[in-house]
């Protein structure tokens, strides 16, 4: 199931849906309404919900049936799949390709940082910044873990039971602030700092999470290219290592870290500015693509 947020005119609260293999977009709180199922509107509750999964399944065979909250794709905008995680978690320097080109030994444990909430921003959204407060912003492609089960320590071998599935993310960072702060917070906490998108795919549907293509294009010009079979730890190991220090709640966004070819290393680097744009894809996940731009 592919699980996206949209609304139907700029002023809506964005309402969680299913985006179905005919390219239609069904609302389930209305599809639901309609089947008699109370679903809610926002993914975090809905992920919240006992028994989620099979509830929107009824309310989207409805939709079929009937008509019910039945949208054209190109008549929704679509915001971010989770737009009020409780938690945004990031992992540091967790592709062993990354960490071998940097000449970086293979960390023992997890390196965790946090963006701020308020850096989710949705896939048809530009990411902007004023130009006088960092002159060095970057792009990391990145697998992104949506948490759809509260998971207080557990153990690896059940972790992945309290991921609902899977986004697109770009971790974007301004270098100036992150490595010149001494700490990363604001860095990498600027506003609209965090896109993701375009849906949630889920567990079921995503396979092996540890063998995915993933890439990032600047400007139509690939500039990372790895697998997720790379990741030093695999995502089962990162929500039961962050769930032994906090409990993740559903909708909390667990960003798995980025491989080689970021723009600050490169020679010379690559920096991102006005008019730029960025396209991040992970196989089976889904292609985010980002439009950069001074504010
Ligand atoms: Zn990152």
């Given amino acids: 199931m592919q699980l996206g947020q ?45 028994n989620w999964r099979r509830k929107a399944e009824l309310a989207v065979e409805h939709a079929a049936e009937t008509g019910a909250g039945v949208y054209d794709a190109d008549a929704v905008d679509r915001a971010a799949p989770v737009t009020n995680p409780q938690k945004v978690v990031c992992v540091g320097l967790n592709y062993r390709d ?12 997890p390196v965790l940082f946090s963006k701020f909430p308020t850096t989710v921003t949705g896939p048809e959204d530009t990411v902007s910044w004023d130009p006088d407060l960092t002159q060095k912003v970057d792009y990391e492609a990145e697998l992104v873990a949506v948490i ?11 972790a992945l039971d309290h991921v609902a599935g899977f986004t697109v993310g770009n971790d974007v960072s301004a270098r100036d602030l992150q490595h010149g702060d001494g ?29 995915l293509a993933i890439s990032a294009d600047v400007n139509g010009e690939r500039l990372q290219e790895s697998s997720t079979s790379n990741l030093i730890f695999g995502i089962d190991e990162l929500v039961s290592f962050c769930s032994q220090a906090f409990t993740l709640t559903p909708g909390d966004l667990l960003f798995t870290g980025t491989p080689p070819g970021v723009g600050v290393y490169r020679e ?10 960025v396209t991040v894809t992970v196989d089976g996940v889904g292609e985010l693509t980002t439009d950069f731009a001074f504010d």
Avoid: M
């Fill in 183 to 211: 700490q990363w917070v604001r860095g990498k906490s600027l506003d609209s700092f965090a896109p993701i998108g375009p849906e949630i795919v889920t567990t079921d549907e995503v396979g092996d999470p540890h063998d």
């Fill in 6 to 50: 949209y609304h139907t005119t700029d002023a809506d609260e964005p309402w969680c849906g299913v985006a179905t293999e005919d390219g239609s977009i069904v609302s389930l709180s209305e599809a639901g309404a309609a089947a008699g199922i109370h679903l809610p509107d926002a993914t975090t509750d809905l992920l919240a919900e006992w």
């Fill in 268 to 277: 010379p680097p690559v920096l991102l500015g006005d008019g730029d744009t």
């Fill in 98 to 109: 990354h960490a071998e080109e940097g000449d970086n030994p293979i960390p023992d444990e």
């Fill in 148 to 158: 759809g089960e509260e998971a207080r320590r557990v153990d690896p071998d059940e």
